[in-house]
Nanobody, 125 residues
Framework: QVQLVESGGGLVQAGGSLRLSCAAS????????MGWFRQAPGKERDFVAN????????SYADSVKGRFTISRDNAKNTLYLQMNTLKPEDTAVYYC??????????????????WGQGTQVTVSS
């Protein structure tokens, strides 16, 4: 069982930056593939970025590539999402998710077993 708690959301102007954190419970965080997803009002939950458990390889949605960076600190049981050059279209509730243990990091939400409660990110124009 993994419990996830996101933090770091807020209101920022276009062009600004935010760093989201996702604190995970349990001693097996390092064995889980992790992902960030987001959901805007009236839209489906979309993939943002993921990171694998072993090689820590990463992948990104085209819409955030070059602006967002996903990373993990296994010693602190924490997942991060550094978001730079934010745009109004990045406004959404951001969720972290865990898949595994020892699962491949998918871009599809249905392969993730555990979810946080979400943190709101609002980007003003």
């Amino acid at each position: 069982q993994v419990q996830l708690v996101e933090s770091g959301g807020g209101l920022v102007q276009a062009g600004g930056s935010l760093r989201l954190s996702c604190a995970a419970s349990g001693r097996t965080f390092s064995s889980y593939a992790m992902g960030w997803f987001r959901q805007a009002p009236g839209k489906e939950r979309d993939f943002v970025a993921n990171i694998n458990w072993g090689s820590a390889s990463t992948s990104y949605a085209d819409s955030v590539k070059g602006r967002f960076t996903i990373s993990r600190d296994n010693a602190k049981n924490t997942l991060y999402l550094q978001m730079n050059t934010l745009k109004p279209e990045d406004t959404a509730v951001y969720y972290c998710a865990a898949s595994g243990p020892y699962a491949y990091a998918s871009t599809l939400s249905r392969f993730y077993d555990y979810w946080g409660q979400g943190t709101q990110v609002t980007v003003s124009s």
